[in-house]
Protein backbone atom coordinates (compact mmCIF):
# COMPACT_ATOMS: atom_id res chain seq x y z
CA UNK A 1 0.00 0.00 0.00
CA UNK A 2 2.98 1.96 0.75
CA UNK A 3 3.74 2.17 -2.34
CA UNK A 4 0.48 3.25 -4.40
CA UNK A 5 0.26 6.19 -1.39
CA UNK A 6 3.61 7.00 -3.03
CA UNK A 7 2.39 6.98 -6.11
CA UNK A 8 -0.42 9.39 -5.78
CA UNK A 9 1.68 12.01 -3.66
CA UNK A 10 4.12 12.34 -6.54
CA UNK A 11 0.62 12.99 -8.71
CA UNK A 12 -0.88 15.66 -6.44
CA UNK A 13 3.14 16.74 -6.10
CA UNK A 14 3.10 17.28 -9.76
CA UNK A 15 2.72 20.75 -11.22
CA UNK A 16 -0.40 21.08 -13.25
CA UNK A 17 -1.90 24.53 -14.61
CA UNK A 18 -6.10 24.32 -15.16
CA UNK A 19 -6.29 26.67 -18.77
CA UNK A 20 -9.66 27.25 -20.40
CA UNK A 21 -10.02 25.58 -23.73
CA UNK A 22 -10.45 27.57 -26.78
CA UNK A 23 -10.11 26.80 -30.26
CA UNK A 24 -6.83 27.09 -32.74
CA UNK A 25 -6.52 29.55 -35.60
CA UNK A 26 -7.77 27.65 -38.70
CA UNK A 27 -4.73 27.78 -40.56
CA UNK A 28 -2.91 25.77 -37.75
CA UNK A 29 -5.29 22.88 -37.04
CA UNK A 30 -4.52 19.35 -37.47
CA UNK A 31 -0.39 20.19 -36.68
CA UNK A 32 -0.74 18.82 -32.76
CA UNK A 33 0.31 22.10 -31.12
CA UNK A 34 -1.06 23.09 -27.90
CA UNK A 35 -0.69 27.14 -27.29
CA UNK A 36 -0.35 28.37 -23.66
CA UNK A 37 0.49 31.75 -22.14
CA UNK A 38 4.08 32.33 -20.61
CA UNK A 39 3.11 31.97 -17.33
CA UNK A 40 1.90 28.43 -18.06
CA UNK A 41 5.82 27.81 -19.38
CA UNK A 42 6.99 28.79 -15.82
CA UNK A 43 4.95 27.47 -13.87
CA UNK A 44 5.34 23.81 -15.84
CA UNK A 45 8.77 24.55 -15.65
CA UNK A 46 8.98 23.86 -19.92
CA UNK A 47 9.95 25.53 -22.66
CA UNK A 48 8.39 25.83 -26.27
CA UNK A 49 8.59 22.36 -28.04
CA UNK A 50 8.41 20.54 -25.02
CA UNK A 51 5.81 17.85 -24.77
CA UNK A 52 2.68 18.20 -22.46
CA UNK A 53 -0.27 15.81 -21.47
CA UNK A 54 -3.20 17.61 -21.80
CA UNK A 55 -6.59 16.59 -19.94
CA UNK A 56 -10.04 17.19 -20.23
CA UNK A 57 -12.27 13.67 -19.84
CA UNK A 58 -9.24 12.00 -21.30
CA UNK A 59 -5.76 12.64 -21.29
CA UNK A 60 -3.82 13.21 -24.64
CA UNK A 61 -0.18 14.59 -25.60
CA UNK A 62 0.46 18.12 -27.56
CA UNK A 63 3.89 20.27 -28.24
CA UNK A 64 3.47 22.90 -26.25
CA UNK A 65 3.97 26.29 -28.10
CA UNK A 66 3.71 29.91 -27.34
CA UNK A 67 0.29 31.90 -26.99
CA UNK A 68 -0.41 34.52 -29.77
CA UNK A 69 0.52 38.06 -28.20
CA UNK A 70 -3.22 38.83 -27.69
CA UNK A 71 -3.80 36.05 -25.47
CA UNK A 72 -0.98 36.33 -23.48
CA UNK A 73 -2.96 37.99 -20.54
CA UNK A 74 -5.55 34.84 -20.84
CA UNK A 75 -5.42 31.87 -18.81
CA UNK A 76 -6.06 30.11 -22.16
CA UNK A 77 -5.08 26.76 -24.01
CA UNK A 78 -5.51 26.61 -27.90
CA UNK A 79 -6.70 23.32 -28.81
CA UNK A 80 -8.17 22.61 -32.43
CA UNK A 81 -11.03 20.25 -32.85
CA UNK A 82 -9.12 16.98 -32.98
CA UNK A 83 -7.37 17.77 -29.79
CA UNK A 84 -10.73 18.76 -28.42
CA UNK A 85 -11.97 15.31 -29.23
CA UNK A 86 -8.57 13.46 -28.36
CA UNK A 87 -8.83 15.31 -25.03
CA UNK A 88 -12.76 15.33 -24.66
CA UNK A 89 -13.63 18.33 -24.13
CA UNK A 90 -15.49 21.37 -25.54
CA UNK A 91 -14.30 25.29 -25.91
CA UNK A 92 -14.80 27.09 -22.76
CA UNK A 93 -14.29 24.22 -20.48
CA UNK A 94 -10.93 23.54 -18.55
CA UNK A 95 -7.89 21.13 -19.24
CA UNK A 96 -5.31 20.44 -16.67
CA UNK A 97 -1.89 20.26 -18.39
CA UNK A 98 0.87 18.72 -16.89
CA UNK A 99 4.60 18.48 -18.16
CA UNK A 100 5.13 14.85 -19.82
CA UNK A 101 8.18 12.60 -21.50
CA UNK A 102 7.50 10.93 -24.65
CA UNK A 103 8.92 7.64 -24.92
CA UNK A 104 10.08 6.48 -28.75
CA UNK A 105 7.45 3.44 -29.78
CA UNK A 106 9.04 0.60 -31.33
CA UNK A 107 5.81 0.24 -33.00
CA UNK A 108 2.87 2.81 -34.17
CA UNK A 109 -0.18 1.25 -35.49
CA UNK A 110 -2.98 3.75 -37.44
CA UNK A 111 -6.12 3.07 -39.72
CA UNK A 112 -8.53 5.78 -41.36
CA UNK A 113 -10.96 6.98 -39.22
CA UNK A 114 -12.88 8.31 -42.90
CA UNK A 115 -14.77 5.69 -44.18
CA UNK A 116 -14.61 7.33 -47.58
CA UNK A 117 -10.78 6.71 -47.52
CA UNK A 118 -9.22 4.32 -49.15
CA UNK A 119 -5.25 3.43 -47.48
CA UNK A 120 -2.80 1.13 -48.29
CA UNK A 121 0.82 0.81 -47.60
CA UNK A 122 3.43 0.30 -45.65
CA UNK A 123 3.21 3.36 -44.07
CA UNK A 124 6.27 4.67 -44.93
CA UNK A 125 5.41 8.64 -45.64
CA UNK A 126 2.97 8.38 -42.76
CA UNK A 127 5.91 8.03 -40.69
CA UNK A 128 7.60 10.87 -42.21
CA UNK A 129 4.26 13.05 -41.54
CA UNK A 130 4.19 12.05 -37.92
CA UNK A 131 8.07 11.97 -37.11
CA UNK A 132 8.87 13.21 -33.29
CA UNK A 133 5.04 14.10 -32.73
CA UNK A 134 3.79 12.91 -29.40
CA UNK A 135 1.17 10.21 -29.98
CA UNK A 136 -1.59 8.22 -27.98
CA UNK A 137 -3.00 5.21 -28.41
CA UNK A 138 -6.61 6.54 -28.66
CA UNK A 139 -5.63 9.72 -30.08
CA UNK A 140 -6.79 10.88 -33.83
CA UNK A 141 -4.45 12.53 -36.29
CA UNK A 142 -4.21 14.32 -39.32
CA UNK A 143 -1.98 14.16 -41.92
CA UNK A 144 -0.19 17.28 -42.54
CA UNK A 145 0.12 17.73 -46.18
CA UNK A 146 3.65 17.99 -46.46
CA UNK A 147 4.10 14.71 -47.83
CA UNK A 148 1.04 12.59 -49.87
CA UNK A 149 0.53 9.26 -48.22
CA UNK A 150 2.07 6.71 -50.16
CA UNK A 151 1.21 4.15 -52.66
CA UNK A 152 -2.71 5.16 -51.32
CA UNK A 153 -4.83 4.17 -54.08
CA UNK A 154 -4.66 0.36 -55.04
CA UNK A 155 -4.66 0.45 -58.36
CA UNK A 156 -2.60 3.79 -60.11
CA UNK A 157 -5.94 3.75 -63.15
CA UNK A 158 -8.25 4.28 -59.53
CA UNK A 159 -5.85 7.65 -59.20
CA UNK A 160 -7.36 9.83 -62.05
CA UNK A 161 -10.44 9.21 -60.15
CA UNK A 162 -9.71 9.75 -56.87
CA UNK A 163 -6.83 11.83 -56.97
CA UNK A 164 -7.89 13.84 -54.11
CA UNK A 165 -7.07 11.45 -51.71
CA UNK A 166 -3.45 12.00 -51.97
CA UNK A 167 -3.60 15.16 -51.71
CA UNK A 168 -6.14 15.99 -48.86
CA UNK A 169 -5.80 16.10 -45.53
CA UNK A 170 -6.25 12.55 -43.88
CA UNK A 171 -7.80 11.61 -40.72
CA UNK A 172 -6.31 8.85 -39.06
CA UNK A 173 -6.96 6.94 -35.51
CA UNK A 174 -3.66 5.86 -34.09
CA UNK A 175 -4.82 2.10 -33.21
CA UNK A 176 -1.94 1.41 -30.94
CA UNK A 177 1.21 1.93 -29.66
CA UNK A 178 4.06 0.29 -28.14
CA UNK A 179 4.62 0.65 -25.44
CA UNK A 180 1.81 2.67 -24.05
CA UNK A 181 1.50 6.19 -23.41
CA UNK A 182 2.87 9.14 -24.60
CA UNK A 183 4.75 7.95 -27.39
CA UNK A 184 6.86 9.50 -30.82
CA UNK A 185 7.98 7.60 -33.69
CA UNK A 186 12.00 8.22 -34.86
CA UNK A 187 13.94 6.23 -37.02
CA UNK A 188 13.61 2.78 -35.59
CA UNK A 189 10.08 2.45 -35.08
CA UNK A 190 7.79 0.29 -37.30
CA UNK A 191 4.59 1.99 -38.39
CA UNK A 192 1.91 -0.16 -39.58
CA UNK A 193 -1.32 1.29 -41.47
CA UNK A 194 -4.15 -0.96 -41.84
CA UNK A 195 -6.51 -0.47 -44.17
CA UNK A 196 -9.94 -1.14 -42.52
CA UNK A 197 -11.17 1.83 -41.66
CA UNK A 198 -11.52 2.27 -37.72
CA UNK A 199 -14.84 4.10 -36.44
CA UNK A 200 -13.34 6.69 -34.58
CA UNK A 201 -13.52 7.01 -30.70
CA UNK A 202 -14.85 10.82 -31.22
CA UNK A 203 -16.89 12.22 -33.97
CA UNK A 204 -14.92 15.08 -34.16
CA UNK A 205 -12.97 13.19 -35.86
CA UNK A 206 -14.89 13.58 -39.74
CA UNK A 207 -16.02 16.88 -38.78
CA UNK A 208 -15.47 20.01 -36.27
CA UNK A 209 -15.54 23.51 -36.29
CA UNK A 210 -12.23 23.79 -38.15
CA UNK A 211 -13.59 22.32 -40.90
CA UNK A 212 -15.96 24.77 -41.31
CA UNK A 213 -15.01 28.45 -42.60
CA UNK A 214 -15.81 31.99 -42.71
CA UNK A 215 -18.77 31.36 -39.91
CA UNK A 216 -16.55 32.57 -36.76
CA UNK A 217 -19.43 34.72 -35.80
CA UNK A 218 -21.97 31.93 -36.51
CA UNK A 219 -20.48 29.15 -34.88
CA UNK A 220 -20.78 31.14 -32.18
CA UNK A 221 -24.53 32.18 -32.38
CA UNK A 222 -24.67 28.93 -32.90
CA UNK A 223 -23.00 27.44 -29.99
CA UNK A 224 -24.61 29.61 -27.67
CA UNK A 225 -28.09 28.56 -28.69
CA UNK A 226 -27.64 24.36 -29.22
CA UNK A 227 -24.17 23.53 -28.03
CA UNK A 228 -24.20 25.28 -24.81
CA UNK A 229 -28.08 23.76 -24.16
CA UNK A 230 -26.93 20.42 -25.12
CA UNK A 231 -24.09 20.39 -23.27
CA UNK A 232 -25.31 21.79 -20.24
CA UNK A 233 -28.83 21.41 -19.86
CA UNK A 234 -28.65 22.32 -15.91
CA UNK A 235 -27.68 25.75 -16.72
CA UNK A 236 -31.16 26.04 -18.51
CA UNK A 237 -32.94 24.45 -15.85
CA UNK A 238 -31.62 26.69 -13.19
CA UNK A 239 -32.03 29.89 -15.13
CA UNK A 240 -35.64 28.62 -15.41
CA UNK A 241 -35.58 29.35 -19.46
CA UNK A 242 -36.25 27.25 -22.29
CA UNK A 243 -33.60 26.11 -24.67
CA UNK A 244 -34.63 26.55 -28.13
CA UNK A 245 -35.97 23.92 -29.78
CA UNK A 246 -35.79 24.89 -33.12
CA UNK A 247 -33.42 26.99 -35.58
CA UNK A 248 -33.60 27.79 -39.26
CA UNK A 249 -30.54 28.18 -41.04
CA UNK A 250 -30.97 30.20 -44.22
CA UNK A 251 -28.46 30.78 -46.90
CA UNK A 252 -27.56 29.75 -50.51
CA UNK A 253 -26.78 26.21 -51.55
CA UNK A 254 -23.67 24.53 -50.60
CA UNK A 255 -22.57 27.91 -48.10
CA UNK A 256 -22.11 25.14 -45.28
CA UNK A 257 -25.20 24.66 -43.58
CA UNK A 258 -24.94 21.12 -43.23
CA UNK A 259 -21.40 20.83 -42.48
CA UNK A 260 -22.03 23.40 -39.74
CA UNK A 261 -25.12 21.49 -38.37
CA UNK A 262 -22.97 18.16 -38.18
CA UNK A 263 -19.99 20.13 -36.44
CA UNK A 264 -22.16 21.55 -34.10
CA UNK A 265 -23.66 18.15 -33.17
CA UNK A 266 -20.27 16.44 -33.13
CA UNK A 267 -18.55 19.36 -31.01
CA UNK A 268 -21.80 18.99 -28.30
CA UNK A 269 -21.22 14.79 -28.14
CA UNK A 270 -24.83 14.86 -29.79
CA UNK A 271 -26.01 12.20 -32.23
CA UNK A 272 -26.66 13.52 -35.44
CA UNK A 273 -30.03 12.49 -37.34
CA UNK A 274 -30.53 14.05 -40.90
CA UNK A 275 -34.08 14.39 -42.21
CA UNK A 276 -33.94 15.32 -46.11
CA UNK A 277 -36.74 17.20 -47.14
CA UNK A 278 -37.25 16.35 -50.85
CA UNK A 279 -36.17 12.38 -50.51
CA UNK A 280 -38.78 12.37 -47.61
CA UNK A 281 -41.43 14.05 -50.02
CA UNK A 282 -40.28 11.00 -52.30
CA UNK A 283 -42.00 8.51 -50.36
CA UNK A 284 -45.50 6.75 -50.63
CA UNK A 285 -48.98 7.89 -48.77
CA UNK A 286 -48.82 8.28 -45.48
CA UNK A 287 -45.36 6.86 -45.21
CA UNK A 288 -43.39 10.35 -45.30
CA UNK A 289 -45.43 11.23 -42.03
CA UNK A 290 -44.26 8.10 -40.48
CA UNK A 291 -40.63 8.19 -41.28
CA UNK A 292 -40.93 11.57 -39.79
CA UNK A 293 -42.26 10.38 -36.80
CA UNK A 294 -39.36 7.46 -36.43
CA UNK A 295 -36.80 9.95 -36.89
CA UNK A 296 -38.12 12.32 -34.11
CA UNK A 297 -38.83 9.22 -31.85
CA UNK A 298 -34.67 7.80 -32.40
CA UNK A 299 -33.66 10.88 -31.43
CA UNK A 300 -35.28 11.26 -28.29
CA UNK A 301 -34.35 7.75 -27.48
CA UNK A 302 -30.55 8.82 -28.33
CA UNK A 303 -30.60 12.55 -27.14
CA UNK A 304 -28.47 14.62 -26.33
CA UNK A 305 -29.24 14.96 -30.16
CA UNK A 306 -29.80 16.91 -32.91
CA UNK A 307 -32.07 16.67 -35.82
CA UNK A 308 -31.33 18.18 -39.12
CA UNK A 309 -34.13 18.65 -41.60
CA UNK A 310 -32.23 19.66 -45.23
CA UNK A 311 -34.30 21.77 -47.39
CA UNK A 312 -37.22 21.97 -44.86
CA UNK A 313 -38.97 24.32 -47.75
CA UNK A 314 -39.73 20.94 -49.73
CA UNK A 315 -41.45 19.27 -46.17
CA UNK A 316 -43.37 22.57 -45.31
CA UNK A 317 -44.17 24.53 -47.63
CA UNK A 318 -46.69 27.21 -47.01
CA UNK A 319 -50.38 25.58 -46.74
CA UNK A 320 -52.57 27.74 -48.96
CA UNK A 321 -49.81 27.62 -51.62
CA UNK A 322 -49.50 23.49 -51.80
CA UNK A 323 -52.13 21.42 -54.09
CA UNK A 324 -52.35 17.98 -51.93
CA UNK A 325 -53.80 16.98 -49.20
CA UNK A 326 -50.13 15.06 -48.86
CA UNK A 327 -48.30 17.59 -48.52
CA UNK A 328 -50.40 19.20 -46.04
CA UNK A 329 -50.65 16.79 -43.13
CA UNK A 330 -46.81 16.35 -43.42
CA UNK A 331 -46.79 20.19 -42.34
CA UNK A 332 -49.15 19.18 -39.69
CA UNK A 333 -47.26 16.36 -38.57
CA UNK A 334 -43.97 18.41 -38.59
CA UNK A 335 -45.87 21.10 -36.00
CA UNK A 336 -46.97 18.23 -34.05
CA UNK A 337 -43.62 16.89 -33.71
CA UNK A 338 -42.32 20.13 -32.90
CA UNK A 339 -45.07 21.10 -30.47
CA UNK A 340 -44.68 17.64 -28.58
CA UNK A 341 -41.06 17.86 -28.16
CA UNK A 342 -39.95 18.85 -24.35
CA UNK A 343 -38.20 21.82 -24.11
CA UNK A 344 -36.03 20.04 -21.97
CA UNK A 345 -35.52 16.91 -24.04
CA UNK A 346 -32.00 17.68 -25.10
CA UNK A 347 -32.88 17.49 -28.57
CA UNK A 348 -32.76 20.88 -31.26
CA UNK A 349 -33.92 20.62 -34.82
CA UNK A 350 -32.11 22.52 -37.07
CA UNK A 351 -33.33 23.00 -40.22
CA UNK A 352 -32.25 24.81 -43.60
CA UNK A 353 -33.29 26.65 -46.33
CA UNK A 354 -32.58 28.61 -49.06
CA UNK A 355 -35.92 29.78 -49.40
CA UNK A 356 -37.09 30.95 -46.07
CA UNK A 357 -39.94 32.78 -47.34
CA UNK A 358 -40.96 29.29 -48.67
CA UNK A 359 -42.20 27.96 -45.48
CA UNK A 360 -45.26 27.57 -43.65
CA UNK A 361 -45.63 30.47 -41.37
CA UNK A 362 -46.53 28.34 -38.56
CA UNK A 363 -43.51 26.76 -38.36
CA UNK A 364 -41.75 30.03 -37.60
CA UNK A 365 -43.65 30.60 -34.19
CA UNK A 366 -42.33 30.77 -30.73
CA UNK A 367 -41.43 27.15 -29.62
CA UNK A 368 -41.03 25.81 -32.94
CA UNK A 369 -38.25 27.13 -35.25
CA UNK A 370 -38.27 30.51 -33.37
CA UNK A 371 -34.03 31.35 -33.80
CA UNK A 372 -32.84 32.34 -37.10
CA UNK A 373 -29.80 32.43 -38.21
CA UNK A 374 -28.57 33.88 -41.80
CA UNK A 375 -25.28 31.82 -43.48
CA UNK A 376 -24.82 34.02 -46.55
CA UNK A 377 -22.01 33.59 -49.56
CA UNK A 378 -18.33 34.13 -47.83
CA UNK A 379 -16.78 37.60 -48.56
CA UNK A 380 -12.79 37.97 -49.25
CA UNK A 381 -11.16 36.50 -45.53
CA UNK A 382 -14.55 33.79 -45.30
CA UNK A 383 -12.96 32.65 -48.52
CA UNK A 384 -9.41 32.90 -47.63
CA UNK A 385 -9.99 30.54 -44.54
CA UNK A 386 -11.86 28.24 -46.22
CA UNK A 387 -9.12 27.82 -48.89
CA UNK A 388 -7.22 26.97 -46.34
CA UNK A 389 -9.43 24.68 -44.55
CA UNK A 390 -9.30 22.04 -48.17
CA UNK A 391 -5.94 22.79 -48.99
CA UNK A 392 -4.90 21.82 -45.41
CA UNK A 393 -3.49 18.38 -47.02
CA UNK A 394 -2.36 19.60 -49.79
CA UNK A 395 1.40 19.74 -50.81
CA UNK A 396 1.17 22.94 -52.08
CA UNK A 397 3.70 25.02 -54.64
CA UNK A 398 6.06 27.80 -53.51
CA UNK A 399 4.16 30.06 -55.32
CA UNK A 400 0.28 29.55 -54.35
CA UNK A 401 -0.77 32.40 -52.75
CA UNK A 402 -4.38 31.60 -50.64
CA UNK A 403 -5.00 35.37 -50.31
CA UNK A 404 -4.67 35.63 -54.09
CA UNK A 405 -6.74 33.20 -54.91
CA UNK A 406 -9.33 34.15 -52.17
CA UNK A 407 -9.35 37.90 -54.01
CA UNK A 408 -9.91 35.97 -57.14
CA UNK A 409 -12.68 34.17 -56.22
CA UNK A 410 -15.56 36.64 -55.35
CA UNK A 411 -19.34 34.86 -55.13
CA UNK A 412 -17.82 31.37 -54.86
CA UNK A 413 -19.15 29.63 -51.68
CA UNK A 414 -17.77 26.80 -50.09
CA UNK A 415 -18.67 24.02 -52.42
CA UNK A 416 -17.26 26.05 -54.91
CA UNK A 417 -14.22 26.59 -53.11
CA UNK A 418 -14.03 22.70 -52.48
CA UNK A 419 -14.68 21.99 -55.95
CA UNK A 420 -11.70 24.04 -57.18
CA UNK A 421 -9.43 22.72 -55.00
CA UNK A 422 -10.10 19.43 -55.94
CA UNK A 423 -10.04 20.35 -59.25
CA UNK A 424 -6.49 22.05 -58.74
CA UNK A 425 -5.34 18.55 -57.36
CA UNK A 426 -6.45 16.84 -60.36
CA UNK A 427 -4.19 19.21 -62.49
CA UNK A 428 -1.37 18.00 -60.34
CA UNK A 429 -2.13 14.28 -61.27
CA UNK A 430 -2.33 15.00 -64.83
CA UNK A 431 0.55 16.35 -64.83
CA UNK A 432 2.63 13.20 -63.07
CA UNK A 433 0.53 10.85 -65.37
CA UNK A 434 2.94 10.32 -67.62
CA UNK A 435 5.86 9.64 -65.31
CA UNK A 436 3.31 6.79 -64.13
CA UNK A 437 3.42 2.82 -65.26
CA UNK A 438 0.15 2.30 -65.44
CA UNK A 439 0.70 -1.61 -64.81
CA UNK A 440 2.74 -0.99 -61.53
CA UNK A 441 0.20 -0.73 -58.74
CA UNK A 442 2.15 1.25 -56.73
CA UNK A 443 3.35 5.07 -57.53
CA UNK A 444 7.74 5.56 -57.09
CA UNK A 445 8.04 7.47 -54.00
CA UNK A 446 10.08 9.76 -56.14
CA UNK A 447 7.14 10.70 -58.28
CA UNK A 448 5.27 11.23 -55.59
CA UNK A 449 7.60 13.30 -53.88
CA UNK A 450 7.17 15.25 -56.96
CA UNK A 451 3.80 15.90 -56.61
CA UNK A 452 2.86 18.90 -55.04
CA UNK A 453 -0.48 21.58 -56.41
CA UNK A 454 1.02 24.75 -58.20
CA UNK A 455 -0.56 28.32 -58.42
CA UNK A 456 -0.79 27.28 -61.88
CA UNK A 457 -2.93 24.37 -61.35
CA UNK A 458 -5.42 26.67 -59.35
CA UNK A 459 -5.33 29.20 -62.10
CA UNK A 460 -5.88 26.02 -65.02
CA UNK A 461 -8.90 25.02 -62.61
CA UNK A 462 -10.29 28.60 -62.19
CA UNK A 463 -11.11 28.75 -65.96
CA UNK A 464 -13.00 25.60 -66.22
P1 LIG B 1 -25.29 23.50 -47.75
O1 LIG B 1 -25.84 22.59 -46.72
O2 LIG B 1 -25.29 24.95 -47.32
O3 LIG B 1 -25.89 23.33 -49.11
P2 LIG B 1 -22.95 21.91 -47.46
O4 LIG B 1 -22.67 21.98 -46.02
O5 LIG B 1 -23.63 20.67 -47.94
O6 LIG B 1 -23.75 23.18 -47.94
O7 LIG B 1 -21.57 22.13 -48.26
C1 LIG B 1 -21.16 21.29 -49.32
C2 LIG B 1 -19.66 21.13 -49.31
O8 LIG B 1 -19.04 22.38 -49.61
C3 LIG B 1 -19.11 20.76 -47.95
O9 LIG B 1 -19.04 19.38 -47.79
C4 LIG B 1 -17.73 21.39 -47.96
O10 LIG B 1 -16.82 20.57 -48.64
C5 LIG B 1 -17.94 22.63 -48.77
N1 LIG B 1 -18.24 23.81 -47.93
C6 LIG B 1 -19.37 24.56 -48.00
N2 LIG B 1 -19.32 25.59 -47.14
C7 LIG B 1 -18.15 25.49 -46.48
C8 LIG B 1 -17.52 26.25 -45.46
N3 LIG B 1 -18.11 27.35 -44.93
N4 LIG B 1 -16.30 25.85 -45.01
C9 LIG B 1 -15.71 24.77 -45.54
N5 LIG B 1 -16.25 24.01 -46.50
C10 LIG B 1 -17.46 24.35 -47.00
Known amino acids: MADADAATKDKTDEKTVRLQVAAARQEESGQGIARMPRSAFQALGITEGDVVEVTGKRSTAAIAMAAYSEDEALDVVRLDG ?8 GSGEHVKIARAESRPATRVVFAPAQREMRLQGPGQALKRNFFGKPLVAGDLVATTGQQPVQNMPPDVRQLLRTPAYALTQIRLSVVSTTPKGIVHIDENTEVELRAEFEEPRDARAVVNYDDVGGMGDTIQQLREMVELPLRYPELFTRLGVDPPKGVLLHGPPGTGKTRLAQAVANESDAEFFTINGPEIMGSGYGDSEKALREVFEQASKSA ?12 APKRDRVPGEAEKRLVAQLLTLMDGLEARANLVVIAATNRPDAIDEAL ?41 LARVTHGFVGADIAALSREAAIEAVRRIMPKL ?20 DFLSALKR
Request: charged share 40%; proline share 7%.
Open 82 to 89: LQRGNAEV
Open 304 to 315: PAIIFIDEIDSI
Open 364 to 404: RRPGRFDREIVIGVPDEKGRREILSIHTRGMPLGDKVNLDE
Open 437 to 456: DLDERTIPPEVLEELCVTRE
